[in-house]
């Protein structure tokens, strides 16, 4: 099954418009878990307008102790839950990932002051600059993703530099749902060298399940602005069970067809 990870971006940017600790990311990141998605997504950004990086690692403390065999933050165990960092490799982005323990880093495009992420990586421009962040996260026993757009060729390109998967920025997807054929092309050519297939940006409950049953071999979606949005009028159980019912829908649709 494709695996849910919330993205507590914009939850960071409603506490952070107010000198207040409230919402809190930890209370947030057990009721998103407690529903049922298997993991956390932070972006932190230079300006520090969502996710700061004093953040990083209390969450990433959280989710250690979650895994570990007797966890305290919960009564019981819930499964192995995972810890994203996105975010643009540059020195103090990498010691950030570096210095605090996570399952995956995925590497995205974004100038310093970028409102949100809109392209993916063109890997053969930057490619020793890229090359060259995989593999110190690589040697550090991080999972790394680059965030490309919907482009076999990309797919290649990062399968040449060692990445270990793949985030197909969907922001096109959500204007245009006729463009689920690159989609689901791009995510072949991954699968065929060799790596995973994520997927990211603007995927909301009118659209997830239609790009599950296309690209059924995703292994995880990263959804913040939209599961957000959600939980403000269901609670955030609500939204996720909402979000995973459309995984599963578009999951047994791409079965029937």
Not at 33 to 61: Q, S, Y
Not at 70 to 98: C, T
Not at 132 to 148: C, K, M, T, Y
Request: aromatic letters at 6%; glycine letters at 6%.
């Amino acid at each position: 099954m494709t695996r849910l990870s919330v993205n507590l971006n914009k939850v960071a940017l409603l506490r952070n418009q107010r000198d207040l600790p409230y919402p809190d990311l930890i209370e947030t990141a057990k009721m998103v878990l407690k529903a049922g998605a298997h993991g956390i997504t932070v972006h932190p950004r230079p300006d520090e307008r969502h996710i700061r990086r004093a953040d990083v690692p209390v969450l990433a403390a959280f989710i250690a102790d979650i895994n570990s065999p007797f966890p305290s933050f919960m009564m019981e165990k819930i499964g192995d839950v995972e810890f994203n960092i996105e975010g643009y490799p540059d020195e103090d982005f990498l010691k950030l990932a570096l210095e605090n323990a996570c399952h995956q880093v995925t590497l995205v495009p974004d100038a310093p002051g970028q409102r949100t992420s809109d392209h993916g990586w063109d890997i053969p421009a930057r490619k020793s600059f890229l090359k060259d962040a995989v593999r110190a996260l690589q040697n550090a026993g991080r999972r790394v993703s680059l965030f490309i757009d919907p482009d076999p060729a990309m797919a290649d390109a990062a399968a040449e530099i060692g990445a270990d998967r793949v985030e197909l920025y969907t922001g096109p997807y959500a204007q245009n749902a006729a463009a689920l054929k690159d989609y689901s092309e791009a995510a072949a050519a991954a699968k065929n060298a060799g790596m995973g297939v994520n997927a990211g940006h603007d995927l909301s409950l009118e659209n997830l399940a239609r790009f599950i049953a296309a690209v059924p071999d995703c292994e995880e979606v990263s959804i913040g602005h939209a599961i957000t949005a959600d939980a403000l009028k269901m609670g955030w159980h609500g939204a996720v069970s909402a979000y995973l019912t459309a995984i599963d829908y578009g999951q047994k649709t791409r079965k029937v067809a």
